[in-house]
């Protein structure tokens, strides 16, 4: 049973960093691509960011670009997602997950999900 588990999340001003985290077990992580997705209250979970399963690749959301960085530790089983420059828009809890890409863009491998880290952006 695949585990994730996100940390990293805070109150924060605008124009301030957080360094998101995600631990992941029950699945041979370097195999995987991973990514993020964040939920802002009233509002469907959507892509934030992804990284290929040797970390060569990356893909962005539009309105983070340049904003927001995706790495991964495959020794650690560990995705990260550095948000520089944070705006009140970015306010959402965030998740990971596998993920895989297909017509309709990137999406979840697992329909499970972990309890996700809260991100809040004052402005």
């Known amino acids: 049973q695949v585990q994730l588990v996100e940390s990293g999340g805070g109150l924060v001003q605008a124009g301030g960093s957080l360094r998101l985290s995600c631990a992941a077990s029950?699945?041979?992580?370097?195999?995987?691509?991973w990514g993020w997705f964040r939920q802002a209250p009233g509002k469907e979970r959507g892509f934030v960011a992804a990284i290929s399963w040797g970390g060569i690749s990356t893909s962005y959301l539009d309105s983070v670009k340049g904003r927001f960085t995706i790495s991964r530790d495959n020794a650690k089983n560990t995705v990260y997602l550095q948000m520089n420059s944070l705006k009140p828009e970015d306010t959402a809890v965030y998740y990971c997950?596998?993920?895989?890409?297909?017509?309709?863009?990137?999406?979840?491998?697992?329909?499970?999900w972990g309890q996700g880290t809260q991100v809040t952006v004052s402005s």
């Open positions: 029950g699945r041979t992580f370097s195999s995987y691509a």
């Open positions: 997950n596998a993920v895989s890409r297909t017509d309709g863009g990137w999406q979840a491998e697992d329909d499970s």
